[in-house]
C-alpha cells in the first residue's frame, strides 16, 4: 500500500521538547520508516539478522559501535548497517535521527 510521508508530520514530530532516553517521534504507517531521538542514552548491542538499518542523522552527534568500529555521526551524515552486524548507539546530549529499515536480499 503506498503512503505519503508529509513534511507538516515530520515537522510536528521535531517540535517536541527532547526528554531523556530513546524515543520514536514518528513512525510510519506502512513503510520501514521513523524518526528516533536519543536524548543522554546508551543502547545495549543489538544485531538485525533480515534487515538493514540506513540511519540519517537529522540533529546532533551519536556515537555508533559497529562490530567493534566507532563511528561519530553528526547532523547531515548517512549510516548504514548491513544485516546481520553488531551495532549498537549513545548519545550524550540529543540526536534524532531518521531510519530506514531495509530488507536483506
Known sequence: MAEIIKKSDIDKALALPASA?????????????????DHMVSNEAEVHATEGDLWYCMEGEVKFICNGEEFNVHSGDWLWIPP??????????TARLAIIKIPKT
Open 84 to 93: 546481520g552486524e553488531s551495532h549498537q548507539h549513545s548519545c550524550e546530549k
Open 21 to 37: 532516553g530513546k524515543k520514536m517521534l514518528f513512525k510510519s504507517a506502512s513503510a520501514p520508516f521513523g524518526i528516533l531521538e
